[in-house]
């Protein structure tokens, strides 16, 4: 079976000056036409980077990544990206937002009268998938941050993006809209058959989410585990609850917490209360 995305010996390098980092090392992983797959792990674990470096964002030192059947040297329209930050144009109103992509060289070369008509009927569609219908008109600074990501998922599914890389997209949002935009994007993964490439810190919301976890690992960054997900295909919040998902939070949070080296000593948390001397 053909990869998706195709990933091996990925290194990446951050130098400043005399200082050098290495973010990446090591890099071996396949993703699946219309896989879910989320990334958790402590920070400066190179989550940010690896989903940068198959958007064509970020360079890489060595190695190979190909996606969609090509080796990525850049960004490219089969691939669209959602940030923890809306960026959003505040000039622009919800729909303008959502269709600013028809005027991209790349998705205007060769367009037709029916491909145009076709474009204004998938905005629309989206428009309402994400219960937007009523802030057609609306512009970012009138909406709150859940509708705002809704319109930037939307603008990054109007090109029809084979792959759609989303970095931590619900971190800054309350408990209860990030539940709603959980089962939302579950929703539009089934309807779109888009491969989604997810990272967060939220294991809960990695689970809930995800078909597999790719859990990566500090100093270098690198994987260090990949796990099955033991949930069907069609989720419900109460899933959270059940022995298996809660079984496999904690074994992740453990993992993360080995391989951050974040472990909690008593007798040195005992050692604050003396006194000096």
């Not at 998938?122 to 219960?131: K, P, S, T, V, Y």
């Amino acid at each position: 079976m053909n990869a998706k995305i195709r990933i091996r010996g990925l290194t990446k390098t951050f130098a400043t000056g005399a200082t050098r980092v290495q973010a990446l090392a090591g890099i071996d992983l396949d993703v699946q036409d219309n896989e879910f797959i989320t990334f958790v792990g402590a920070s400066g674990c190179g989550k940010s980077t690896l989903l940068r470096a198959i958007g064509g964002l970020e360079y890489v030192d060595s190695g190979s990544l190909s996606a969609s059947g090509r080796e990525v040297a850049g960004p490219g329209a089969d691939r669209a990206m959602v940030f923890q930050h809306y960026s959003l144009y505040p000039w622009l109103s919800v729909m303008e937002n959502i269709r600013w992509c028809r005027r991209l060289a790349v998705h205007t070369r060769d367009r037709t009268l029916a491909d145009v008509e076709a474009a204004s009927g998938r905005a629309d569609a989206l428009l309402q998938l994400m219960g937007l219908g009523h802030a057609r008109d609306a512009y970012p600074n009138q909406l709150s941050g859940g509708m705002q990501q809704r319109v930037a998922i939307a603008r990054a599914l109007m090109p029809k993006p084979e792959i759609l890389l989303m970095d931590e997209p619900f971190g800054a949002l309350d408990a209860q809209t990030r539940e709603v935009m959980h089962d939302l994007i579950r929703h539009v993964h089934k309807v779109e058959k888009t491969t989604i490439v997810f990272v967060t810190h939220d294991v809960e919301e990695a689970i809930y989410l995800g078909n597999r976890i790719v859990l990566m690992a500090p100093r270098p960054g690198r994987i260090a585990q990949i796990y099955d997900v033991p949930l069907p295909d069609a989720r419900r919040q109460d899933m959270k609850h059940g022995q298996d998902f809660l079984a496999l939070k904690k074994e992740i949070l453990a993992r993360i917490r080995e391989t951050s080296g974040m472990k909690t000593d008593f007798d040195l948390l005992e050692q604050l209360n003396q006194p000096a001397g």
